[in-house]
């Protein structure tokens, strides 16, 4: 997971680089006012979005490929507990009826 967010956030700082000198050589437009900044961040995340979806596809794949197996080992190890506290419950009370 973290791989793709460095590789997206690479997708975002290249849409930001190129939309900074497009905007300071006067091939897009400034924004209104004191807004400039933000222009330009707004239109490098609208520019490096769909970019990124298409670009890292493979890479979000195997990110979530990733999570999912680590959230089925997490419940595999969460019943395996459960069911050996269940099992001590058990003997416990059968210890205890039987005395």
């Known amino acids: ?7 997206r956030l ?3 700082v290249g849409c930001l680089v190129v939309v900074w000198g497009a905007v300071y050589s006067g091939i897009a ?3 209104l006012g004191n ?3 933000l222009w330009v961040v707004l239109l490098a995340l609208l520019i490096s979005a769909p ?6 596809r493979k890479e979000r794949d ?3 490929v990733r999570v999912a197996q680590r959230v ?8 395996a507990n ?9 003997t416990a009370r059968t210890q205890g009826q039987t005395s």
């Open 29 to 31: 437009p400034r924004g």
């Open 62 to 64: 195997r990110a979530s």
């Open 51 to 56: 970019i990124s979806f298409v670009v890292l």
């Open 10 to 12: 690479g997708v975002f």
């Open 82 to 90: 459960r069911s050996q506290e269940d099992a001590a419950d058990d």
């Open 72 to 79: 089925d080992r997490m419940k595999a190890n969460l019943d």
């Open 35 to 37: 807004s400039n900044g």
């Open 1 to 7: 997971m973290l791989r793709y967010t460095l590789m």
